[in-house]
């Protein structure tokens, strides 16, 4: 006998109490009731996953569970919001109990990491998509824009770049010797959320890399009214991701592929060592519009859009 739609709600999805004070009611009734600390502004962000679009369509929906909601910590760590409550609308095309119960555990088991709580959703039939909104508090004026940064700022990473691209092009058959770190981190990426709350009061602007860091400081640099200088040397990259350059030639990819999911943000050279531990200086915010990367010396101008799913 099919599962009826309430019925998979309560066995995969409703099976956890809340574990955070800001939700007073969540799935079981028409809306969630949510209480907002006197002082914060609510951030909200959502983001959709299409089955061959954004996933393969043997994913193990295990990982998936999880990236579909790192994706949108990671949105929340951006802004230096403390997430606390998502909501989840799946778009079915069957109801494969196995895939359901591998898929919950991956998206629950990183909530239960974050303190977040699933509040409420939808479900629908049709082709596999997946949707998540999710909710996070940040102090009144605190909240950590794109259109802050200053001339003069250091800009920092909080982590490798390319891995998640290198992963990409392992799935579509590149050979990589010791595979299984770069796949896990295009799996299984890790939101930077306690780093986004630590650059409160710090940074003067941030971004989470989506789409690669060339793209996305280019959000920054618009938003800001600057432009920006990279030392390419100073890229944190993995062995994986520098065998691959030696072996293509492709030195363009840590800065053009997306799903790193690491946090791109600026800081007055003076905060440097207040940062958190693992972050990495690779250039610096100029008056001059564009981006350009120093390699060894020579600076050139870079150019690089993210993914446009019109174009």
Same mark, same amino acid.
């Given at each position: 006998m099919a599962i009826a739609e309430f019925d998979l709600i309560r066995r995969y999805f409703a099976v956890h109490a809340p574990q955070h004070p800001f939700n007073q009611l969540s799935i079981g009734d028409d809306c969630a009731l949510l209480n907002i600390p006197v002082g914060h502004q609510l951030a909200v962000t959502a983001d959709t996953m299409v089955e061959n679009v954004h996933f393969f369509a043997d994913a193990d929906p295990?990982?998936?569970?999880?990236?579909?909601?790192?994706?949108?910590?990671s949105d929340l760590a951006a802004m230096g919001a403390e997430p606390f409550a998502?909501?989840?609308?799946?778009?079915?095309?069957?109801?494969?109990?196995?895939w359901l119960q591998a898929f919950s555990e991956g998206f629950i088991g990183l909530a239960y990491q974050h303190h977040v709580d699933l509040i409420g959703g939808?479900?629908?039939?049709?082709?596999?998509?997946?949707?998540?909104q999710a909710m996070g508090v940040v102090p009144h004026g605190k909240a950590l824009l794109r259109s802050a940064a200053q001339v003069g700022d250091l800009i920092y990473v909080t982590g490798p770049?390319?891995?998640a691209g290198l992963g990409l092009k392992i799935h579509q058959g590149y050979a990589c010797v010791d595979a299984e770190?770069?796949?896990?981190?295009?799996?299984?990426p890790q939101p930077r959320v306690a780093e986004g709350l630590a650059l409160r009061g710090l940074a003067h602007a941030c971004i989470d890399i989506s789409d690669g860091l060339a793209a996305d400081l280019g959000?920054?640099?618009?938003?800001?009214?600057?432009?920006?200088?990279?030392q390419w040397?100073? $890229? %944190?990259?993995?062995?994986?991701?520098?065998?691959? &350059?030696?072996? +293509?030639?492709?030195? *363009?990819?840590?800065?053009?592929?997306?799903?790193?999911?690491?946090?791109?943000?600026?800081v007055p050279a003076d905060c440097?060592?207040? $940062? %958190?531990?693992?972050?990495?200086?690779?250039?610096? &915010?100029?008056? +001059?519009?564009?981006? *350009?990367?120093?390699k060894a010396g020579r600076v050139e101008t870079f150019e690089a859009k993210g993914f446009e799913h019109f174009s």
């Open positions: 295990r990982l998936l569970g999880h990236k579909l909601l790192a994706v949108n910590l998502v909501t989840l609308a799946l778009t079915l095309p069957k109801v494969d109990e196995s939808d479900t629908t039939s049709g082709p596999l998509t997946l949707t998540v770049l390319g891995n770190p770069v796949l896990r981190c295009f799996n299984q959000h920054i640099l618009e938003s800001s009214g600057v432009g920006a200088c990279l040397d100073s $890229l %944190p990259l993995s062995r994986q991701v520098q065998d691959y &350059i030696e072996h +293509s030639g492709d030195w *363009r990819m840590p800065l053009t592929a997306g799903d790193d999911y690491e946090l791109c943000f600026t440097s060592r207040l $940062l %958190p531990a693992g972050c990495h200086c690779v250039g610096e &915010i100029q008056s +001059s519009p564009g981006l *350009r990367i120093d």
